[in-house]
Structure formats: structure tokens, C-alpha cells
């Protein structure tokens, strides 16, 4: 019984690959498959067991496919007795976007409302109360390569989880998380940013987020990330050891009104190309210490407000800081305590006393 059973399964798969399984050559087998499109050729390569073990396939095959095909997972939480939208999709890639609602992958009726933004055409998807939504789990297509403004400003998200992600096609992440002012957690477990370019205020606004573990984050190609953790207020302490910034160009407000923010590990930052520093620290005001003996400012054209009401900074090292004739310094240190004050004149030669005005003054 068990034998028959074995053959009619044989004979199924026959019926689904009659070309590719009944090939009695090798020759012609690796023939045809050189010859395939790549996408058919990758879902052989995931798909059929019997063709992977006749063609030798390798792991580099199966990565590959990994990387340019497989459907990124997202499932998301939703808060209590908080509705409105939740995810916003471009009008273009809509089909890519599959939307299933609670555990049973029932689906609701798709509301949505079309906005115009950037001179692109979105789709803003919602939630309402009747719709008892706790759930929802998104599966998104390998065309799509962009996910900014992914969850702009969805305020009725608790918690991100990102349960499949292997591409490695998607290349910007700005305002990805803009204004998801519930959102409590997210779950980079298996986030994929090799060939980020763009996470310029990707966390901003997230004002409930205690913590956030980037530590596997691959920031390698990032030119832009003004604005990446603006007023995410109720961080505590961030880990941004293992962040590349070697290609990093604008770091403006970059951890503005991070105002619950005690300690800051900088040590590995590259600032070689950066060009603006403006607001960086703004009003970072729980913050104690910061090393920057390894910062680079020689291409900083503009610092102001850089340290601005960062009153509890009792150390701050800038050993390593040159502010050039061209470098806007106005209100650098403004609101920061006298004894910092008297610490940085002493570690910071050669400058002129109107230089230091502009330091420590709020001149607009």
C-alpha cells in the first residue's frame, strides 16, 4: 500500500515537470536549465528536489534566490481601542501587497483612502472599530523596492515583527516608521538593510519606543540618516556600535529631543564625509557623556544648535573638532552648564572669543 502510495506521489510530480523530470540526460537537463529565465530557474532550484541533487546546485543558488525572489513577512500587532490606517502602499505596486486580517487569514473588506504624496499616487489601507482587527499580516512581492513612508504616521501600531526577510532589493527605508507614535516594539530579527541608502527619519516620532536592538543593521551604503531617531523620546539607550557610517554625508537632527537618552556609545562613528551636524544632539538632555575624540569635522559646514540645551553634559570631548572660518557654530553649546562651558575653552585652542559667543549664544 505504502509502494503504490510512493508512485502515485512519483507520478504527480511527473505530471507537474513532464519536460525537466523525465530528462534521462544530464547534458540536456543542464542545458535547458542554463537556458531558463532566471526567476523559473530559481523556483526549480527551490522547488524540485530530484533537479537540485541531478545539476549539483550549491547553497550560493538558494541564497541567490533568497536575495532577489522570496516575499518579505510583516506581521503586525495592533494597539487597543486605536484605529486608522496601517500601512501605506503606492499605487503602482499595489498587487504586490497581499493584506490578511487576525489568526485565521480571514480578510476584511480593503478600505483605503488614495492620497497624493511626493507626486506619487498612495494607497492609505485602515482599520476600524467593527473590523475587531488584532492581527495583520502582510506579504510583499520581490518588485517592490522602496519602503518609505511604509507605516507613516499608522498611530494604531503596537509592535513589528518582520518574520521573512531576505532581499536585498530594498534601498530606502526613510519615514519608514514616521509618527507611529503607539509602536512599542520592533523585531529586526530578520531585516535585511544590505543595500539601504536612505534611513533619514526612519524612527522619528516613534515616542513610545523604549528600546530598539539595530545591532544587526548593516548601514554600510547609507549616505542619509537626518532626522533617523527625532523625537523618540522615551529612549532610554540605543546601541549603535556595529553602525557603518563610513559613507554617511548628513547627520542634522539626527538624535534630536532624544530626551530620555542617558548614554550614547559614538566610539565607532566615521564622520569623514559628513557635511552637516546641525541639531544632532538638540535638546538630548538626560545624556551625561559623550566621547567624540573620533569624530571628523574637517568637511562640517554647519554645527548649530549642535549641543543645544544638553543640560546635564558633565563630559564631552571634542578633542578632535575643527570648526573652520565657514563652520556655523551659533548656539553649539547653547543652554549647557557653565563648568562644560570653562571645560571646552580649555580643551579646544586657537579660537577667538567672538568664536565663543557664538558657541554658547542663541544668535538666529
Not at 511626493?118 to 512581492?141: A, G, N, Q, R, S
Not at 516620532?205 to 533617523?228: Q, R
Not at 556609545?265 to 564625509?273: E, I, S
Not at 546641525?278 to 538632555?285: H, L, P, Q, T
Request: aromatic share 14%.
Amino acid at each position: 500500500m505504502e509502494s503504490s502510495n510512493n508512485a502515485s506521489k512519483e507520478n504527480e510530480n511527473d505530471k507537474q515537470n513532464p519536460i525537466i523530470d523525465n530528462l534521462k540526460s544530464d547534458y540536456f537537463l543542464q542545458k535547458l536549465y542554463d537556458n531558463m529565465p532566471k526567476k523559473k530557474k530559481f523556483e526549480i532550484v527551490k522547488y524540485n528536489k530530484r533537479i537540485q541533487n541531478r545539476l549539483n546546485l550549491s547553497v550560493k543558488d538558494y541564497k541567490e534566490y533568497s536575495e532577489t525572489f522570496t516575499p518579505i513577512e510583516i506581521e503586525i500587532i495592533t494597539a487597543k481601542d486605536k484605529y486608522g490606517k496601517f500601512i501605506k502602499v503606492n499605487e503602482n505596486d499595489k498587487l504586490y501587497y497581499h493584506i490578511y486580517f487576525n489568526d485565521n487569514k480571514e480578510e476584511i473588506k480593503n478600505k483605503y483612502i488614495i492620497k497624493e504624496e511626493d507626486d506619487v499616487t498612495k494607497k492609505e489601507y485602515y482599520i476600524e472599530e467593527e473590523d475587531k482587527v488584532t492581527k495583520i499580516k502582510i506579504i510583499i512581492d520581490y518588485q517592490v523596492k522602496s519602503f518609505k513612508k511604509l507605516f507613516h504616521y499608522c498611530e494604531c501600531i503596537e509592535s513589528i515583527n518582520f518574520n521573512k526577510f531576505y532581499r536585498n532589493n530594498i534601498t530606502d527605508m526613510s519615514w519608514m516608521f514616521h509618527g507611529c507614535s503607539s509602536l512599542k516594539q520592533i523585531n529586526f530579527n530578520n531585516f535585511n538593510t544590505n543595500n539601504v541608502t536612505n534611513m533619514s527619519c526612519m524612527f522619528c516620532g516613534c515616542s513610545s519606543l523604549k528600546e530598539l536592538n539595530l545591532t544587526n543593521f548593516n548601514t554600510n551604503n547609507v549616505t542619509n540618516m537626518s532626522y533617523m531617531f527625532e523625537l523618540c523620546s522615551s529612549l532610554k539607550e540605543l546601541n549603535l556600535t556595529n553602525f557603518n557610517t563610513n559613507n554617511v554625508i548628513n547627520m542634522k537632527d539626527m538624535f534630536y529631543e532624544c530626551s530620555s537618552l542617558k548614554e550614547l556609545n559614538l566610539t565607532n562613528f566615521n564622520t569623514n564625509n559628513v557635511i552637516n551636524m546641525k541639531d544632532m544632539f538638540y535638546e538630548c538632555s538626560s545624556l551625561k557623556e559623550l566621547i567624540l575624540t573620533n569624530f571628523n569635522t574637517n568637511k562640517v559646514t554647519n554645527m548649530k544648535d549642535m549641543f543645544y540645551e544638553c543640560s546635564s553634559l558633565k563630559e564631552l570631548i571634542l578633542t578632535n573638532f575643527n570648526t573652520n572660518n565657514e563652520t556655523d557654530v551659533r548656539g553649539m553649546f547653547y543652554g549647557c552648564s557653565d563648568d562644560l562651558e570653562r571645560k571646552i575653552k580649555s580643551e579646544i585652542k586657537n579660537i577667538k572669543d567672538e568664536v565663543f559667543w557664538d558657541f554658547f549664544g542663541n544668535d538666529d
